[in-house]
């Protein structure tokens, strides 16, 4: 049986997308309001241990959420597909694209992780870690990684549904496939069509850091900077970048 999913549109162009670590299926904001239904047909995937998916187990590792990707690809008869990663999902999809490159039309990663994975000193790798069992450092991560600037009300329904749609085990196991990951060099020189989004506050994952990874590993990458935005620009720019992600996937 596939991951839980969920499926939003009709349209010919099919597009499955990939959560961040404090995402799920059903956590991609507003922007989800401004996806043209009638042009593509997206599947929202759930990871195992996340979301309608909490109670299936696994290794909870990079290369079985691509095999899950394409089992659930296979369940809804897409031979081919576009993907869209958020965060951890940017790595993810890049997982998919290595272990099944001819499946893959196009990809759009946002504010994502690189092939390389992301290195971290040990005081913040000790906090991050700790994440899974603290939801006061959940916030932090939040308001960090979004520059500091939005409202608290917000980051509680931000941690809050990060809580509900992943289990501790999970959330604590993904940290390290996404932190401690490296394909990169197999991925060096792949042709794919690739659109690599940040947001202007975002202090971690920003445009310095995607030319150093995504932009010298794909040569037919591009970058867009997306103002008013740190890392969750489905919440902070929703039509934004609905508009942007549309408009890449159907050129």
Known sequence: MANSHLLVGQGPRR???LHGWFGSASGWGPMVESLDTEAFTYAFMDYRGYGASQSVTGEFSMAE????TLALADQLGWDRF?????????????????AAPHRVERMVAITPVPASGVPFDDATWG???????????R??????????RLSGR???????????NATEAAFAAYLVAWAKTDFASQLAGNPIAIKVIV???????TADVMRATYLATYPNAQLEVITNAGHYPMDE????????????LAA
């Open 82 to 98: 576009s993907l869209v990663g958020h965060s951890m999902g940017g790595m993810a999809i890049q997982r998919v694209l290595l």
């Open 65 to 68: 959420i691509a095999s899950d």
């Open 199 to 205: 947001g202007e506050h975002d202090p971690s994952l």
């Open 237 to 248: 720019t929703p039509v934004a970048l609905a508009t942007s992600v549309e408009r890449f």
């Open 154 to 164: 917000w980051l509680d329904r931000m941690t809050a549904h990060s809580l509900a």
């Open 15 to 17: 597009v499955i997308a």
């Open 139 to 148: 916030k932090g991560i939040l308001d960090y990684s979004t520059g500091q």
């Open 127 to 137: 906090m991050f870690s700790s994440a899974a069992t603290t939801a006061a450092v």
